[in-house]
T-cell receptor, first 115, second 116 residues
């Protein structure tokens, strides 16, 4: 099973709302990622979790708050977002890098619109 | 600095023909991995093929092959016998061992359109 699931598929929220994006994988991967992708652009890395610990935060604004409750789940908590935060949010997972190949498996994404 | 360069914003190919999507990369690391992903309009990123920096043979996966030229730092994707379902955005990506983490950096992408 190489599936990464994400919920919800679509989300519309106001600038004062609080919402959460969820991601789940059951491949035993110990690295999980959040990416943001604007239209016609490549994915931009936001956060990396390695063994449930945050290992990379790519200078993401504090209105985005990641959480990794266990090795299979990854959440992204959203609060006081701006319209420019509207994008496709992709979750991915992979085995830990060990100098070899470990491709990332992506979920279908959440299309977020901030009004 | 841009680590992955895809110089073709858009490409067209006739159905059943082969097409090459270009990718060049920049790294001083000896150990790295190169990946190609396909992203249809639905949004999901689909892993296609991988090439390791120490692999001596070009990777192949079904209709996909990777033309790896290490000295030129290029990792072009070749799709043979194109199908209408191949129409999508294609991203080249790289992971470096020296980065000491798990992140992957993507090129700008190439939009492939397969014509019937």
């Amino acid at each position: 099973d190489t599936e990464v699931t994400q919920t919800p598929k679509h989300l519309v929220m106001g600038m004062t709302n609080k919402k959460s994006l969820k991601c789940e994988q059951h491949m035993g991967h110990r690295a999980m990622y959040w990416y943001k992708q604007k239209a016609k652009k490549p994915p931009e890395l936001m956060f990396v979790y390695s063994y449930e610990k945050l290992s990379i935060n790519e200078s993401v604004p504090s209105r985005f708050s990641p959480e990794c409750p266990n090795s299979s789940l990854l959440n992204l908590h959203l609060h006081a977002l701006q319209p420019e935060d509207s994008a496709l949010y992709l979750c991915a997972s992979s085995q830990e890098w060990a100098g070899g190949s470990y491709e990332q498996y992506f979920g279908p994404g959440t299309r977020l619109t901030v009004t | 600095a841009q680590k992955i360069t895809q110089t073709q914003p858009g490409m067209f190919v006739q159905e059943k023909e082969a097409v090459t999507l270009d990718c060049t990369y920049d790294t001083s690391d000896q150990s790295y991995g190169l990946f190609w992903y396909k992203q249809p309009s639905s949004g999901e990123m689909i892993f296609l093929i991988y090439q390791g920096s120490y692999d001596e043979q070009n990777a192949t996966e079904g209709r996909y092959s990777l033309n790896f030229q290490k000295a030129r730092k290029s990792a072009n994707l070749v799709i043979s016998a194109s199908q209408l379902g191949d129409s999508a955005m294609y991203f080249c990506a790289m992971r470096e061992a020296q980065s000491n983490n798990n992140d992957m950096r993507f090129g700008a992408g190439t939009r492939l359109t397969v014509k019937p």
